[in-house]
Nanobody
Framework: QVQLAEFGGGSVQAGGSLRLSCAAS????????IGWFHQAPGKDREGVATIYLGSGDTYYGDSVRGRWTISQTKGKDSVTVTLQMNNLKVDDTGMYYC?????????????????WGQGTQVTVSS
């Protein structure tokens, strides 16, 4: 059974930094990609960054490219995916969800991911 546990989040002023972590386990061959998705109040969920666990290839949404970095630390039958969020903006406010799935492409699409964490709140104030 795939388990995703999210850590991090919180409140910060614009220009500051936060780090989100997602600890994944129990995925076996059912997951080859883990990513982070942002849902602002009243808006659809959008992919901000994903990483393919085997190749290490990363993908970023336009709004975060150059500001944020996704990385992975592998353990025995587990992995922690970290999202380093720098130069945060007020528009980055919202819920952030860790998601995992097996896919060949479109990793920034929420429909590509089958497994979801509970989400963690990020609030950026001006």
């Amino acid at each position: 059974q795939v388990q995703l546990a999210e850590f991090g989040g919180g409140s910060v002023q614009a220009g500051g930094s936060l780090r989100l972590s997602c600890a994944a386990s129990g995925y076996g061959d059912s997951v080859n990609n883990i990513g982070w998705f942002h849902q602002a109040p009243g808006k659809d969920r959008e992919g901000v960054a994903t990483i393919y666990l085997g190749s290490g290839d990363t993908y970023y949404g336009d709004s975060v490219r150059g500001r944020w970095t996704i990385s992975q630390t592998k353990g025995k039958d587990s992995v922690t995916v970290t999202l380093q969020m720098n130069n945060l903006k007020v528009d980055d406010t919202g819920m952030y969800y860790c998601a995992a799935g097996r896919m060949r492409s479109d990793s920034l699409e929420s429909t590509s991911h089958s497994y979801w964490g509970q989400g963690t709140q990020v609030t950026v104030s001006s």
